[in-house]
């Protein structure tokens, strides 16, 4: 059965900091989805990693895949309030954007 | 583009009695459409996935008979939650693979907010 697992759960950090939030998972899979959750709200798709090595940037935050240690990191420079919010992964094993199986959650919170 | 509505986005109503989401794609095809379920401060579970003009595949431990999801058209899927419990009170949320394209990712709905009396 696939685990994925988030690290930290919970987050409070201040404007200006850096931090990295890990999810690791159990199974082998190189598709691997970042999300962001506000209060109340559905999901907001941030990233999609389809592949070993996979680096993608946005803003503040940036994503990178590594299928063999089975870990994906999503990376905040320079954090600021407004990106104060729950952040998802989610792993595909099926390589058909299928069956998604969502870490466990890291709520986020950026204090002035 | 590839835009998801759901409806209602908020729905209370009695114990024991029906109640029906709809979950659109506004300007795609899916196939596939995906109900999830979250409860509060937790993530994301997949209930079903739901195959157009097909029975949907539901997850281990999701009742198929009290789940009811309808898959009747390229751009519909409805999920019915049958004589609703105040434990079925929860956050639904669906999504949607577009269909004939190379399958990279879901899109998701809002989400409807299920409360049970």
């Known amino acids: 059965e696939l685990k994925v697992e988030q690290n930290p759960l919970f987050l409070s950090m201040q404007e200006g900091k850096n931090y990295t939030i890990y999810c690791n998972y159990s199974?082998?899979?190189?598709?691997l989805y970042w999300y962001r959750q506000d209060p109340g709200k559905s999901l907001e798709s941030l990233f999609v990693l389809l592949s070993n090595g996979a680096v993608k940037q946005e803003g503040r935050l940036m994503a990178s895949l590594d299928t063999k240690a089975r870990l994906s990191t999503l990376h905040i420079t320079a954090a600021v309030h407004d990106l104060s919010a729950t952040y998802f992964c989610a792993v595909d094993l099926t390589g058909t954007a299928s069956k998604l199986t969502f870490g466990t959650g890291t709520r986020l919170q950026v204090t002035l | 583009g590839a835009v998801v509505s759901q409806h209602p986005s908020r729905v209370i109503c009695k114990s024991g009695t029906s109640v029906k989401i709809e979950c659109r794609s506004l300007d795609f095809q899916a196939t596939t459409m995906f109900w999830y379920r979250q409860f509060p401060k937790q993530s994301l579970m997949l209930m079903a996935t739901?195959?157009?003009?097909?029975?949907?595949?539901?997850e281990q431990g999701v009742e198929k008979d009290k789940f009811l999801i309808n898959h009747a058209s390229l751009t519909l899927s409805t999920l019915t939650v049958t004589s609703a419990h105040p434990e079925d009170s929860s956050f639904y949320i669906c999504?949607?693979?577009?269909?004939?394209?190379?399958?990279?990712?879901?899109?998701f709905g809002p989400g409807t907010r299920l409360l049970v009396l």
């Open positions: 199974t082998t899979s190189d598709r």
């Open positions: 739901s195959n157009e003009g097909s029975k949907a595949t539901y």
């Open positions: 999504s949607a693979r577009p269909s004939g394209r190379i399958q990279e990712t879901q899109y």
